[in-house]
């Protein structure tokens, strides 16, 4: 018999939930006492039901949340050995087989028996199944392990590089209460460095490729591309034939898709030396050359050019309110009336308004952030103050979300 299709698999998974549902809705209808229909924060942490009530008791999985780094464990073994890789794309193979072929690939040794306890708990978050006992078979989510380096590279990142640092924040936040520096982190007590998170992802040349290529996966991700919403989401055409600098801008990527699309416009792209390769430099079409131009600039210094507008794509995430608020400082002295601050970056919305997978996804992209650089996400009124907090003549204008995208323009104006 063939499997169902992913949308035949979906609809199952909602008429289950939907059913189990219903099975806890019509058991707590029938308990009486203060936690016998609620979850309110007030209120008694579980729900009032005996294992005896075997059909209830299988319906609900509340206490899952606080195993979570068991998911994170048995992702990383399987990033670690290559599992993925030893795994055929279209059959099935045993873990005695597994075994041998990660020892013969890697020199490293996994038991058959760990193997099993391992992928057993990934197949559970639907990383390989087991079509026939003792056999393994790759799924979407572990194939792409295996043949896509991005999305390889992604995982290694976040459970290989980030793990030990995730486990070592509490550490960082009492060790350095209160902390806005960037090298005051889980990180730095994780890897015993004093250096900022991207001085020391830059130590490792393994790591920084892997670096470099999960942030290449996550941009790549759907309402993160430039197509969606960076091009067509702000209103381009009205800065006329003006000059925008792009901070922090790399080698350029994002003032190329605009020069592009609004020939007018001028581009200045600032960033560190160590980005200015002769790759980067020669990555500028030829045909905009004349309108964008690389340039070595750091952010924190006093800015040179005086501009239309100046464009910041995700760049505040990765400062601290104390850092953030240095940056708008120092473009203080080119700016004049009416220049633009633009900035297309995360906001994070009011609790509950976006659909579970959502929330986490940005819930998750503010923790990395605390992790690594002692920074954050930010809500739509952190975004004002820090405007104001920068400089009082900073006027906050607006801020909105173009169809599509998972990121958000916050636009302010110099109004002296």
């Not at 043949?147 to 486990?167: E, H, R």
């Not at 605390?370 to 809500?379: D, G, P």
């Amino acid at each position: 018999m063939s499997s169902p299709s992913s949308i035949q698999r979906m609809g199952q998974l909602s008429a289950l939930v939907s059913e189990k549902t219903q099975i806890l809705t019509d058991f707590l209808s029938t308990k009486e006492g203060p936690n016998a229909s609620s979850l309110s924060s007030d209120e008694l942490a579980g729900l009032p039901i005996s294992p005896d009530d075997s059909k209830t008791f299988k319906a609900r999985k509340l206490e899952s949340a606080g195993l979570g780094s068991t998911d994170q464990l048995s992702l990383q073994v399987i990033w670690e050995f290559r599992i993925a890789e030893t795994v055929p794309a279209n059959d099935s193979i045993t873990y005695d087989e597994i075994s041998a072929k990660v020892q013969e690939c890697t020199g490293k040794v996994i038991l058959p028996f760990q193997l099993r306890t391992l992928l057993r708990h990934a197949m559970t978050n639907r990383v390989f199944c087991e079509p026939q006992k003792n056999r393994v078979a790759h799924t979407q989510m572990s194939r792409l392990l295996a043949t896509n380096p991005k999305s390889n590279a992604w995982v290694g990142f976040l459970t290989g590089d980030l793990f030990p640092a995730f486990a070592n924040v509490v550490a960082a936040m009492e060790t350095w209460p209160g902390s806005q520096e960037p090298n005051e982190t889980g990180v730095n007590i994780a890897y015993n460095e004093n250096l900022p998170f991207y001085d020391f992802v830059q130590l490792d040349k393994e790591r920084a490729v892997r670096y470099s290529r999960a942030i290449e996966s996550h941009g790549s991700s759907e309402g993160a591309e430039i197509s969606h919403g960076v091009v067509d989401g702000y209103p381009w055409a009205d800065l006329g034939d003006g000059t925008v600098v792009d901070m922090g801008g790399n080698f350029g990527y994002v003032s190329v898709a605009i020069a592009e699309a609004f020939p007018k416009l001028k581009f200045v792209v600032q960033d560190l030396k160590g980005m200015m390769s002769a790759e980067a430099l020669a990555s500028v079409p030829q045909s905009l050359r004349g309108r964008v131009e690389l340039t070595i600039h750091d952010f924190f210094g006093v800015q040179p050019v005086v501009a239309k507008a100046y464009l910041f794509r995700h760049v505040f995430h990765s400062f601290s309110d104390k850092y953030s608020t240095k940056i708008l400082q120092s473009l203080v002295p080119a700016l004049k009336r009416g220049a633009k601050i633009i900035i297309n970056d995360a906001v994070l919305p009011e609790p509950g308004t976006l659909s579970y997978i959502n929330e986490r996804s940005i819930r998750t992209l503010d923790v990395v952030m605390l992790t690594v650089t002692n920074s954050r996400e930010r809500e739509l009124d952190d975004w004002k103050d820090l405007f104001l907090n920068a400089d009082p003549r900073y006027k906050f204008l607006r801020a909105w979300r173009p169809t599509k995208s998972q990121l958000w323009f916050i636009e302010a104006e110099w109004d002296p």
